[in-house]
């Protein structure tokens, strides 16, 4: 596509002169064009720390190894990332984020606590099901965020949208007490802990295996029984089994 000419008026000259204005046909200007690529360049960057981080673990990622692998250098990195904490902060935002609308719309309909649990379960499932990204999220999380399920200490790097998916867990547990479906003495922060490490051990396993050994599958299967063992734990004593079956429909 061509670029437009148009004419302009210089003040400072007192005259007319003619700038190339780069404007197509319901197209894009300079500046929104620059602003794609630089998104574009960003979600290049993150994508190319994902393979890094299944092949060889988050704790052997640097940033010479993302520049080597984005091939791009060091100081043009750090035009996009301040560190390589910026960046792994941000591949677990952008996985919150993604997480947090699929549960907004079936949230605000009011689901009773178990069937808001057993709905968080299967869209965590559905989304992150495949492994790889299940894999990187909670290698990053045990790297950058050990204050998981409390909050940031000063100075740690803070993160608004994995904190409200640990929030929203809080409210389904604390509703389910109120239910009557979950021992009245649980603490939420106990609870969601143990799901975090019961999820991280299961995945740390499966981590370590080489690439072509890892199973999605039987990971999910395994994290799925974990879940459904906590979950009954967590019940008030006489309540039904049948009241804390995440396999039932939401």
Known sequence: MVPEVRKS?????????????????????????RAREKSERRRAILDCVRELILLRGVERVNMEDIAQKTELSKATLYLYFPGKEAIFNEICEESARGFLEHLREPLREGLSGMRALRFLWRGYAKLFGNGDEMIVIFQVRNFLHTWLPSGPEKGEIRSPDVGAIVKIMYDMIEQCKAEGIFDPNLNPADAVRLIFSMFSTIIGNVARLPPESRNPTAMLDEMTGAFQIIIRGLGREGVEHSRLDISLDA
Do not use: C, K, P
């Not at 008026?9 to 064009?33: D, K, P, Q």
């Open 9 to 33: 008026f210089n003040t400072n000259a007192n005259r007319f002169t003619f700038s190339r204005v780069l404007l197509y046909n319901g197209g894009m200007g300079i500046t929104e064009r």
